[in-house]
């Protein structure tokens, strides 16, 4: 298995530009998240999806979109990109959802995204 | 949203030497979450303590879940170069999220 797999690793926009990341997770879960990390802020939830289907804000929505394209694949979207969205972006999963207690997040290798 | 305070915020230390790292909140939560990040990969999850008072012990390393499970601490024994790395714990917010603290970078020099 994989497990959660994010792609691209690393990408530099200028401001004003749009992109999205991808991730996918084989591990059958049904929740995934989307977090920033910058430095002494620890991880911010943007986003997460708690099922197929639905999708809910976090600590730091604005300026992203997601899309929980199915069970397995979660994209964040980057409308128009500011330099403030300079960051280290994780994408995780767990089996959080359908009863599961505890919730146990699994992480992807993260895309490094600088904005110009 | 539940606030989680971890401290320090920097450790250095010499190979051997003991440590802890503390973890707390004015709030309760349902289970207490404590990961590890090297540089350059995404957290990996070292232990998850639910029960008030519970004590785990991994190896060298030993986490205690406060008995109101508003705080936790992690107690590193005779630590090693291979422990330095970013520590982060997280709670579970009786729901499908967690919220991490800022985390505690650990370097161990040898």
């Known amino acids: 298995n994989a497990g959660v797999t994010q792609t691209p690793k690393f990408q530099v926009l200028k401001t004003g530009q749009s992109m999205t990341l991808q991730c996918a997770q084989d591990m059958n879960h049904n929740s995934m998240y989307w977090y920033r990390q910058d430095p002494g802020m620890g991880l911010r939830l943007i986003y997460y999806s708690a099922s197929e289907g639905t999708t809910d804000k976090g600590e730091v929505p604005n300026g992203y979109n997601v899309s929980r394209l199915n069970k397995r694949e979660f994209s964040l979207r980057l409308e128009s990109a500011a330099p403030s969205q300079t960051s280290v972006y994780f994408c995780a999963s767990s089996e959080a959802g359908g009863g599961a207690r505890l919730y146990e997040q699994y992480f992807g290798p993260g895309t490094r995204l600088t904005v110009t | 949203t539940q606030l989680l305070e971890q401290s320090p915020q920097f450790l250095s230390i010499q190979e051997g030497e003991n440590l802890t790292v503390y973890c707390n909140s004015s709030?309760?939560?349902?289970?207490l979450q404590w990961y590890r990040q090297e540089p350059g990969e995404g957290p990996v999850l070292l232990v998850t303590v639910v029960t008030g008072g519970e004590v785990k012990k991994l190896k060298r390393l030993t986490f205690q879940f406060g008995d109101a499970r508003k705080d936790s601490s992690l107690h590193i024994t005779a630590a090693q170069p291979g422990d330095t790395g970013l520590y982060l714990c997280?709670?579970?917010?009786?729901?499908?999220?967690?919220?991490f603290g800022a985390g505690t970078i650990l370097r161990v020099k040898s």
């Open positions: 997280a709670g579970d917010e009786y729901g499908n999220k967690l919220v």
């Open positions: 709030s309760v939560f349902s289970s």
